[in-house]
């Protein structure tokens, strides 16, 4: 078992490899999202929601860490990391944290591994996402907050994820979700 500093470390080294893992494109996001977004105030926490997915085929990570840990860390706020059951969508704990948000980031993860063990995982997903996005916009005090989609498939059926979600105004997209693919998602947004 590694201490909580070797894990870091490794994290960090993981991180400095991520030059072009991942092939992570800002799909679509109204500029004044992303503005918001990259102008968070220092106090103000970034919601992240992950599915309960198992490990990329590829990853290095200790098979007790969350697989999307990687992506808060590498998250330039504080973050309030969030996993969600694919079986079980949307429940009240997770509507108990938007009120505090600054911002939400949600995760689908939709790679040919995921798929083949659910066959509902991207629409079950795509639910959720669905259901904070609306709760969000039905509450006068959080409605402007940014929502951005991180959608994570390495096959061809992506194009369809991405046409099945042209109702998510802000979407990244990301063929793997190892440590580095996640870390450049996260420059991606924030355009470092």
């Given at each position: 078992?590694?201490?909580?500093?070797?894990s870091k470390?490794?994290?960090?080294?993981?991180?400095?490899?991520?030059?072009?893992a991942?092939?992570?494109?800002?799909?679509?996001?109204?500029?004044?999202?992303?503005?918001?977004?990259?102008?968070l105030?220092?106090a103000?926490?970034?919601?992240?929601?992950?599915?309960?997915?198992?490990?990329?085929?590829?990853?290095?990570?200790?098979?007790?860490?969350?697989?999307?840990?990687?992506?808060?860390?590498?998250l330039?706020?504080q973050?309030?990391?969030?996993?969600?059951?694919?079986?079980?969508?949307?429940?009240?704990?997770?509507?108990?944290?938007?009120?505090t948000?600054?911002a939400i980031?949600?995760?689908?993860?939709?790679?040919?591994?995921v798929?083949?063990?659910?066959?509902q995982?991207?629409?079950?997903?795509?639910?959720?996402?669905?259901?904070?996005?609306?709760?969000?916009a039905?509450d006068?005090?959080?409605?402007?907050?940014?929502?951005?989609?991180?959608?994570?498939?390495n096959?061809a059926?992506?194009?369809?994820?991405?046409?099945a979600?042209?109702?998510?105004?802000?979407?990244?997209?990301?063929?793997?979700?190892?440590?580095?693919?996640?870390?450049n998602?996260v420059g991606?947004?924030?355009?470092?």
């Amino acid at each position: 078992m590694s201490s909580p500093t070797s894990s870091k470390s490794n994290l960090t080294a993981l991180f400095r490899g991520a030059s072009v893992a991942g092939d992570a494109k800002l799909v679509r996001c109204p500029s004044e999202t992303l503005e918001r977004l990259r102008r968070l105030n220092e106090a103000e926490v970034i919601t992240l929601f992950t599915p309960f997915v198992p490990h990329p085929p590829s990853t290095s990570l200790a098979k007790d860490m969350d697989p999307f840990e990687p992506l808060g860390r590498a998250l330039p706020r504080q973050v309030r990391h969030v996993p969600y059951r694919l079986d079980n969508g949307m429940t009240e704990i997770h509507t108990d944290f938007l009120p505090t948000s600054g911002a939400i980031v949600i995760v689908i993860c939709a790679t040919a591994s995921v798929i083949n063990h659910n066959k509902q995982a991207f629409e079950q997903q795509l639910r959720f996402a669905r259901d904070i996005s609306r709760r969000i916009a039905e509450d006068d005090l959080i409605a402007g907050i940014p929502v951005i989609l991180l959608l994570v498939d390495n096959d061809a059926v992506g194009p369809a994820y991405v046409n099945a979600m042209q109702d998510i105004p802000a979407l990244v997209t990301l063929n793997d979700y190892t440590t580095a693919a996640l870390a450049n998602a996260v420059g991606v947004l924030f355009g470092k």
